[in-house]
């Protein structure tokens, strides 16, 4: 498969700023998505990438180098909800597959008070 | 909004009977999507379809078929349930579009004994 990697478990502290980086080994997608997942819950969509830049929607934020292959997820001002799975995923990863997501492993994030 | 409806959230099946997971989606989406998820592995494509009758296997088919006789509802098959596949399947459905990604269901944990 394709190497999309995260870090397994990040721990940071409420009201605090933490970054979530989301690396890649190929210059070949169309767009690249981070979701949440609360514990035992399905994932939800939290932004989406095509360009280069940063992507804000309220206190979060993504941001997407395609040539430095790389991605990250910005929360501000955490709060003990935001303590969840953080998934990165490429979408077209494959050729001939251009409406599939392909997803990292996630990461872990617990926010502590 | 979009809803995608997995038929149980836990099922416990023994070792060789055939189960289905049955997924249905209320918006018209042409593709439909069946994932397993497993700690430290991540969400791994199983088979996909953008149409009706039409499938086409992801990464780990092996094990799994699909049935997509109506464009709303999209089946998993386990022919002769094993141990090894234990775990968390997610339905996932999405436009031809594709701006935003995939809305997923809210998955069924399943157990193999």
């Known amino acids: 498969g394709q190497n999309i990697d995260q870090p397994t478990e990040m721990t940071a502290t409420e009201g605090a700023i933490v970054q979530i980086n989301c690396t890649y080994q190929?210059?070949?997608?169309?767009?690249l998505f981070w979701y949440q997942q609360h514990a035992g819950e399905a994932p939800t969509f939290l932004s989406y990438?095509?360009?280069?830049g940063l992507e804000e929607k309220g206190r979060f934020s993504s941001f997407l180098s395609r040539s430095k292959g790389y991605s990250y997820l910005l929360l501000k001002e955490l709060q003990m909800k935001d303590s969840a799975s953080y998934l990165c995923a490429l979408w077209g990863l494959h050729s001939g597959s251009a409406r599939q997501l392909t997803f990292g492993s996630g990461t872990q994030l617990t926010v502590l008070p | 909004d979009v809803k995608v409806t997995q038929s149980s959230r836990y099922l416990v099946k023994r070792t060789g009977e055939k189960v289905f997971l049955e997924c249905v989606q209320d918006?018209?989406?042409?593709?439909m999507f069946w994932y397993r998820q497993d700690p430290g592995l991540g969400l791994r494509l199983i088979y996909f379809s953008y149409d009706v009758k039409m499938k086409e296997k992801g990464d780990i088919p092996e094990g799994y078929s699909v049935s997509r006789e109506k464009k709303e509802r999209f089946s998993l098959i386990l022919e002769s349930a094993s141990t090894n596949q234990t775990s968390m399947y997610l339905c996932?459905?999405?436009?031809?579009?594709?701006?935003?990604?995939?809305?997923f269901g809210s998955g069924t944990r399943l157990t193999v004994v």
């Open positions: 990438n095509v360009l280069d």
């Open positions: 918006m018209d989406h042409e593709n």
């Open positions: 996932a459905s999405s436009l031809g579009g594709f701006t935003y990604g995939y809305t």
């Open positions: 190929t210059s070949g997608f169309n767009g």
